[in-house]
Structure formats: structure tokens, C-alpha cells
């Protein structure tokens, strides 16, 4: 939609083809239904991608602050939550309604529950066969997204068609996506579904420090969420269960100023009870007095170093974006066209470009959308 609307309102003639029943389905989904629509510190940093400088471009030729101008002009109440997320005051469904007045501002036409059967390509350009009858067209933009949430019709149908034009494909996997346990751990850690803290999780050199949630299949919460996109199967992650807390001084003083309590009362100075009880539980004593510098330290330890090796994720079904997609050494990163193949462009989720948690997907969309709609207006 943000490609059409700019290619329309710069003179360009525009199809916009979508199998779904509703335009930005994932749109009104989002954010809680309030649409986490950017980030106002979105930048390079904050996207994977096996060229992390791809995205520079774009980004910076579109900016939050560019799409913030666009909400404020359409008349869309919203307010900024933390690390620089911005929400909708009211729905979702404004920023769906304001990116489809643009596209009819510029004579973007759209067609809904339209099946996409065939792309071919000649000399004139590109035919689209569907289900709607046939369409041609002198340039082509694939804007399909990735897998994830397929019960809201996601699918890799561009990563197909990226690989029928001789466009290579960064393997897809779920990101943004808790993770699961193996039995052996799921089972004990079942009777903590539903608890959050805030925690500071890491996996090599990166750290996040977000909420964490236990569920009964593993690990979720924005901490978790973030990390996911740099985990792989066979890696353990860290989790601080009390980033800033010193746990050992906390039951040290416990022990000398009330030994007679039971560890895991003393370890719930810093810890939701339910949690502290569970971790208190494996000690095996029933009195803080009877725990040694050594027990004390280990407690500590599964509190402020909780080494953990999940077995795997959710997995498509419940993860936010795709890792991974269209890869972008067969992108122009100024306009995202195909270099091999002229008048195809790739945008948003469908590139091997992701971003973390917190609007900045988003930003990629409306970015990359920005730049393939300037491009076909310039005719590169």
C-alpha cells in the first residue's frame, strides 16, 4: 500500500493485487490491536540481515519521523510507550485507513480475495494471471511478506516467485517467536505459566532487557521475543532473572538477619513468590541458616545466571516476522529492484532484511515502500 500510494501520487498507473478478504490484516493485528506503526530511534542497528548495510538507504530516506508527519497529517491520535514505540491511541485499523486514502489518493486501484495463479514476463513487461482474469504491467512489485501467522494468509509464495526470476533466497525461519523446552524442563517449569519479570537475556554478545514471560510450552516476553532472531537450535541463552539485583548479598543479609526463614521467602525479596519458591525448592533446604557460602552462591546463580538450552520455537504459527527471504546482494538497496531482472521490485518482510521488536518492521515496510514508489516514478 505505501508503494502504491507513492507511485500513484507521482503519476504512475497502479494494480494492487491482495489474496486476502481485508487490506493490512497483520496491520490490524498488531500492537494489540493499536498498531506499533514505527520506532522513533528505528535505525540500522536495529535489523538482521546477512548484509546488515542494505537497509541504510532506505531507512534514511524514509524516516519515523517522515511517517509520523503522514499520521499526524491524517489526524491519528497516538502516544509513545517504551524504548521509543509508537501506538495508536484508538485503533489499528486508522493506520489501514490512512495508507488506503493515500492509495486512492493517487488512483491506486485495489482488488481484494484476488489468487494470484501465474507471473510471467516479455518484452512489454509482466503478466499476472489470478483467478480474476489477467493483468500486464510494465513493472512488478512483490510485496507478499514471509510465512509467519499463516492462519492470516501469509505464505512463501514470494520467495517462489523470487526463485522463478533466478533470485537466490536466504533460508526463512521464524524470528520474533518464543521458545519451547524439551519435556525433560517444559514439565517442572509449567507451574510458572503466566509469570513476568523483568529480565536481561543473552545469547553471545547480544543482550536485551525486556519483560519475560513463563508459559506452559517455555519462554516468551519481549526479552525473548528479541533474542529469538539471533538463536539457533543447539544454542543455550543466559537469563538474568533480576538484572541489577545482587541476589547473593540479598540472601547473604537474609541468612544473618532472619536464618530461621525458609530460602525461598529470602530469594522473594527480589522475585515474584511463585518463581522464588521453584528455584528455592531444588536447594533442598528447608532454612536459610543451613545454606553454606556455596549453596547460597548456586541459588544465586539460577537467579542471576540461568544458563538455558531451549529446543526449539513456536515456530511460524506464532512468530511475529520471518528471518531471512529474498536475498539482498540481488537488490538495488536504493530503489529494490532486482539487479538481473529489470522492472522487479522486492519490499518489506519478503527481504532478507528483519527488524527488532518493537515497530521497527514496520519502518522497513513503509521504507522499502517508500523507495520502490520513488523508483518507479523516476523509471529506475
Not at 517455555?218 to 545482587?246: C, K, N, T
Not at 540479598?250 to 528455584?279: I, N, S, Y
Amino acid at each position: 500500500m505505501m508503494c502504491a500510494a507513492v507511485a500513484g501520487q507521482g503519476g504512475q498507473r497502479v494494480l494492487l493485487l491482495d489474496h486476502a478478504k481485508a487490506a493490512g490484516e497483520k496491520i490490524r493485528i498488531s500492537g494489540g490491536g493499536r498498531c506499533n506503526f514505527t520506532n522513533i530511534h528505528s535505525g540500522p542497528a536495529n535489523f538482521l540481515s546477512q548484509n546488515r548495510h542494505f537497509c541504510k538507504s532506505a531507512l534514511a530516506g524514509y524516516t519515523p519521523r517522515d511517517f509520523l508527519d503522514l499520521v499526524d497529517a491524517h489526524g491519528i491520535a497516538w502516544h509513545e510507550k517504551t524504548l521509543g514505540q509508537l501506538f495508536c491511541d484508538d485503533s489499528a485499523k486508522q493506520i489501514i485507513q490512512m495508507l488506503l486514502n493515500e492509495c486512492a489518493q493517487g488512483g491506486a486501484e485495489l482488488r481484494l480475495r484476488t489468487s494470484i495463479t501465474g507471473v510471467s514476463r516479455g518484452e512489454s513487461g509482466y503478466t499476472v494471471e489470478t483467478d480474476a482474469g489477467r493483468f500486464r504491467g510494465r513493472n512488478l512489485v512483490v510485496a507478499c511478506g514471509g510465512p509467519s501467522i499463516p492462519k492470516m494468509g501469509a505464505s512463501g509464495y514470494g520467495y517462489r516467485l523470487a526463485e522463478q526470476f533466478g533470485l537466490p533466497v536466504i533460508e526463512p525461519r521464524a524470528g520474533l517467536v518464543p521458545l519451547t523446552f524439551t519435556d525433560a524442563l517444559k514439565e517442572p517449569l509449567k507451574t510458572l505459566s503466566g509469570i513476568s519479570v523483568d529480565a536481561a537475556v543473552r545469547h553471545g554478545k547480544t543482550l536485551f532487557e525486556e519483560a519475560l514471560l513463563f508459559t506452559h510450552r517455555g519462554l516468551s516476553g519481549p526479552a525473548i521475543l528479541q533474542i529469538s532472531s539471533y538463536w539457533q537450535p543447539g544454542d543455550a541463552i543466559r537469563i538474568d532473572l533480576a538484572p541489577g539485583a545482587d541476589v547473593l548479598s540479598a540472601l547473604k543479609d537474609a541468612r544473618r538477619e532472619t536464618p530461621k526463614q525458609a530460602p525461598g521467602a529470602a530469594l522473594a525479596r527480589v522475585l515474584p513468590t511463585r518463581l522464588a519458591g521453584f528455584l528455592a525448592e531444588g536447594t533442598g533446604f528447608q532454612r536459610i541458616a543451613d545454606m553454606g557460602d556455596k549453596a547460597l552462591g548456586a541459588l544465586a546463580g539460577s537467579v542471576n545466571d540461568w544458563q538455558v538450552k531451549p529446543a526449539g520455537t513456536e515456530g511460524f504459527r506464532t512468530a511475529e516476522v520471518t528471518l531471512g527471504g529474498v536475498d539482498t546482494a540481488a537488490l538495488n538497496s536504493k530503489t529494490m529492484a532486482a539487479k538481473s531482472v529489470p522492472g522487479l521490485y522486492f519490499i518489506g518482510e519478503v527481504v532478507d532484511v528483519t527488524g527488532h521488536l518493537g515497530g521497527h518492521n514496520f519502518q522497513w515496510a513503509w521504507a522499502s515502500g517508500v523507495a520502490s514508489g520513488r523508483a518507479l516514478i523516476s523509471g529506475q
